[in-house]
């Protein structure tokens, strides 16, 4: 059985002499000292996340009679945006199927009320605290200072995601959708022949701005330093191609227009001068970050943070599996992380399975 870290991932064959063996003696006093949870039953499958991974898994785990709970994030809070990160997205153009497109917030409507459908429950709150050292796991949604889990669960399916760091400037927030954008292969499309700056100097701005190159009139990188971080051959690609012009030692301190982007107020960090320039466009692609804090110490992360898995979507704790954003920093889309729900709603059916006959 492979060893990771400490932990132990267990081959679907081999779950038995996982769930049977003994706890030791401490884990026995703290299950002896847990208090009855709010909701008394068991769950077999509790998904936290409901994005395209989460909602997939509650469609897939749903229809295998699983009746799965997910907890779906508040509406408040920007990294547990129920509905994911297409809820901040306008029309999806590469999502197969639609061949009009569809709008992010309506698509992600359509796979909440397919798992409802199917008799997943949703509840709209913020999963604030996971214990994975005992069977059945915890899962806290209220204070995390409470003894009691609100849930219990004989799996847990991670679907978190990933959130676009922002820059934080006046004119962001208001236009994001509006020609501030973070993902320029949703939305290159729509910038054909309009001239756009991309924001960063790592690989993911570089990536974003050869990408937009092919349909952009022009694409001005402009970064904090004069030094890129991204890798030599993405910057040799970069500076050979002819539409990328770059703007060094140089930060955005505004997106102006209204109702759309008419251009970026920029100010140059060593001279302090300030310059506003005319885009229809502006892309920022400064990195991101997975939503992990709550597994931090639990499952195995990445130095990044992003959770490790597999095989398949298997976590390093048996019976927990993650899928989407949260466990996947290179491709990153609505369809590749819908398509990993349904491989952790399969694995996770399969593990309950595994479970059962023992
Ligand atoms: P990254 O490597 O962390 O780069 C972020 C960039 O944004 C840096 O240049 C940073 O500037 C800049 N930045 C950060 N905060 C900023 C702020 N508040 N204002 C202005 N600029 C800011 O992130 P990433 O490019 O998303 O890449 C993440 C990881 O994925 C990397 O390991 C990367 O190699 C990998 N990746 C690989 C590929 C590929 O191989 N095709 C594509 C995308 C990503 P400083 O340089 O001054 O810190």
Same mark, same amino acid.
């Given at each position: 059985?492979?060893?990771?870290?400490?932990?132990?991932?267990?081959?679907?064959?081999?779950?038995?002499?996982?769930?049977?063996?003994?706890?030791?003696?401490?884990?026995?006093?703290?299950?002896?000292?847990?208090?009855?949870?709010?909701?008394?039953?068991?769950?077999?499958?509790?998904?936290?996340?409901?994005?395209?991974?989460?909602?997939?898994?509650?469609?897939?785990?749903?229809?295998?009679?699983?009746?799965?709970?997910?907890?779906?994030?508040?509406?408040?809070?920007?990294?547990?945006?129920?509905?994911?990160?297409?809820?901040?997205?306008?029309?999806?153009?590469?999502?197969?199927?639609?061949?009009?497109?569809?709008?992010?917030?309506?698509?992600?409507?359509?796979?909440?009320?397919?798992?409802?459908?199917?008799?997943?429950?949703?509840?709209?709150?913020?999963?604030?605290?996971?214990?994975?050292?005992?069977?059945?796991?915890?899962?806290?949604?209220?204070?995390?200072?409470?003894?009691?889990?609100?849930?219990?669960?004989?799996?847990?399916?991670?679907?978190?995601?990933?959130?676009?760091?922002?820059?934080?400037?006046?004119? &962001?927030?208001?236009? %994001?959708?509006? *020609?501030?954008? #973070?993902?320029?292969?949703?939305? $290159?499309? !729509?910038?054909? =022949?309009?001239?756009?700056?991309?924001?960063?100097?790592?690989?993911?701005?570089?990536?974003?701005?050869?990408?937009?190159?092919?349909?952009?009139?022009?694409?001005?990188?402009?970064?904090?330093?004069?030094?890129?971080?991204?890798?030599?051959?993405?910057?040799?690609?970069?500076?050979?191609?002819?539409?990328?012009?770059?703007?060094?030692?140089?930060?955005?301190?505004?997106?102006?227009?209204?109702?759309?982007?008419?251009?970026?107020?920029?100010?140059?960090?060593?001279?302090?001068?300030?310059?506003?320039?005319?885009?229809?466009?502006?892309?920022?692609?400064?990195?991101?970050?997975?939503?992990?804090?709550?597994?931090?110490?639990?499952?195995?992360?990445? &130095?990044?943070?992003? %959770?490790?898995? *597999?095989?398949? #979507?298997?976590?390093?704790?048996? $019976?927990? !599996?993650?899928? =989407?954003?949260?466990?996947?920093?290179?491709?990153?889309?609505?369809?590749?992380?819908?398509?990993?729900?349904?491989?952790?709603?399969?694995?996770?059916?399969?593990?309950?399975?595994?479970?059962?006959?023992?």
């Amino acid at each position: 059985m492979p060893e990771e870290q400490g932990r132990t991932i267990a081959p679907l064959d081999s779950l038995s002499e996982v769930l049977s063996a003994p706890l030791d003696a401490e884990q026995r006093t703290e299950a002896a000292e847990r208090r009855p949870p709010r909701d008394q039953a068991v769950r077999d499958v509790v998904i936290v996340g409901s994005g395209p991974a989460g909602l997939t898994a509650a469609i897939y785990t749903a229809r295998a009679d699983l009746q799965p709970l997910v907890i779906e994030g508040e509406p408040s809070s920007t990294s547990d945006q129920p509905g994911g990160q297409l809820m901040l997205t306008t029309e999806v153009e590469n999502f197969p199927g639609f061949v009009q497109g569809v709008m992010g917030p309506e698509l992600m409507g359509s796979f909440r009320a397919q798992a409802e459908r199917f008799g997943a429950q949703i509840i709209t709150e913020r999963a604030t605290r996971v214990d994975l050292s005992h069977r059945p796991f915890g899962i806290w949604t209220g204070p995390v200072e409470s003894d009691t889990p609100t849930y219990l669960a004989r799996s847990i399916i991670v679907a978190t995601g990933a959130r676009s760091l922002m820059l934080g400037v006046p004119g &962001e927030d208001r236009l %994001l959708g509006h *020609g501030v954008s #973070t993902c320029a292969t949703c939305d $290159g499309f !729509f910038f054909r =022949g309009q001239p756009i700056v991309v924001v960063g100097g790592g690989d993911s701005a570089l990536e974003e701005a050869i990408f937009l190159s092919k349909f952009a009139s022009s694409v001005l990188i402009i970064h904090r330093r004069k030094e890129l971080r991204a890798s030599k051959i993405m910057q040799d690609r970069a500076l050979s191609n002819p539409k990328i012009a770059f703007r060094w030692d140089s930060v955005v301190t505004e997106v102006l227009g209204d109702p759309k982007v008419s251009g970026v107020r920029v100010q140059d960090v060593h001279t302090g001068e300030v310059d506003d320039i005319a885009v229809d466009g502006c892309f920022v692609a400064i990195g991101h970050a997975p939503n992990t804090t709550l597994f931090t110490g639990q499952l195995d992360m990445e &130095e990044s943070g992003y %959770l490790v898995t *597999g095989p398949g #979507t298997r976590t390093n704790v048996s $019976g927990v !599996f993650a899928c =989407g954003d949260v466990q996947d920093h290179v491709y990153r889309q609505a369809i590749t992380a819908a398509g990993s729900g349904c491989m952790a709603a399969i694995d996770a059916e399969r593990y309950l399975e595994a479970l059962a006959e023992h």
